[in-house]
T-cell receptor
Framework: GDSVTQMEGPVTLSEEAFLTINCTYTATGYPSLFWYVQYPGEGLQLLLKATKADDKGSNKGFEATYRKETTSFHLEKGSVQVSDSAVYFCALSDRAAGNKLTFGGGTRVLVKP | NAGVTQTPKFQVLKTGQSMTLQCAQDMNHNSMYWYRQDPGMGLRLIYYSASEGTTDKGEVPNGYNVSRLNKREFSLRLESAAPSQTSVYFC??????????????FGPGTRLTVL
């Protein structure tokens, strides 16, 4: 079945540091890929998405590129802020598996001033 | 628009008690979902409803039942709670299940503790 693997946290950074969170996937079909973010005490929010190979999703300074050859969708941000402290989830939606979302385990990011 | 709302926010149960978690969305979405979130395991799908009048099992349905009351509301019931069901429960909705991608909108969650 489909699966998503992302790096375990927590990741602790200083403000203005560069952030990378690795995400790789396995899928039966040709999935769409997502990054969701969960701020403390809240539900998940869609951060960005990509629906085909080489697409780059971007939002709020975050970027991720759909790499079909390496089955990866790594999340990056060039200069993090304290307000970026959250849990980040990589996910896929595979039409061959009924289009339901499959999530990775989540990566907690803590940005210190 | 409120988006996806869930009640209650917190609940403590004793083993064997029953309860229903309520979820409603005001986005006129066709599909709704219930997930549980456990540390290090991401979100796992319990049940989903592709459209009004249909429900299907997800990855971890044992111990739960659901009702799609109408297009807006999708409830999750624990008939006899067990400590293993201690978790944070999220409801989500999307425009539809089919299509090129499936953007889901999430509620704020219900934190359930079973003693």
């Amino acid at each position: 079945g489909d699966s998503v693997t992302q790096m375990e946290g927590p990741v602790t950074l200083s403000e203005e540091a560069f952030l990378t969170i690795n995400c790789t996937y396995t899928a039966t079909g040709y999935p769409s890929l997502f990054w969701y973010v969960q701020y403390p005490g809240e539900g998940l929010q869609l951060l960005l998405k990509a629906t085909k190979a080489d697409d780059k999703g971007s939002n709020k300074g975050f970027e991720a590129t759909y790499r079909k050859e390496t089955t990866s969708f790594h999340l990056e941000k060039g200069s993090v802020q304290v307000s970026d402290s959250a849990v980040y989830f990589c996910a896929l939606s595979d039409r061959a598996a009924g289009n339901k979302l499959t999530f990775g385990g989540g990566t907690r990011v803590l940005v210190k001033p | 628009n409120a988006g996806v709302t869930q009640t209650p926010k917190f609940q403590v149960l004793k083993t064997g008690q029953s309860m229903t978690l309520q979820c409603a969305q005001d986005m006129n979405h066709n599909s709704m979902y219930w997930y549980r979130q456990d540390p290090g395991m991401g979100l796992r799908l319990i049940y989903y409803s592709a459209s009004e009048g249909t429900t299907d099992k997800g990855e971890v349905p044992n111990g739960y039942n659901v009702s799609r009351l109408n297009k807006r509301e999708f409830s999750l019931r624990l008939e006899s709670a067990a400590p293993s069901q201690t978790s944070v429960y999220f409801c989500a909705s999307s425009e539809r299940l089919a299509g090129s991608y499936n953007e889901q909108f999430f509620g704020p969650g219900t934190r359930l503790t079973v003693l």
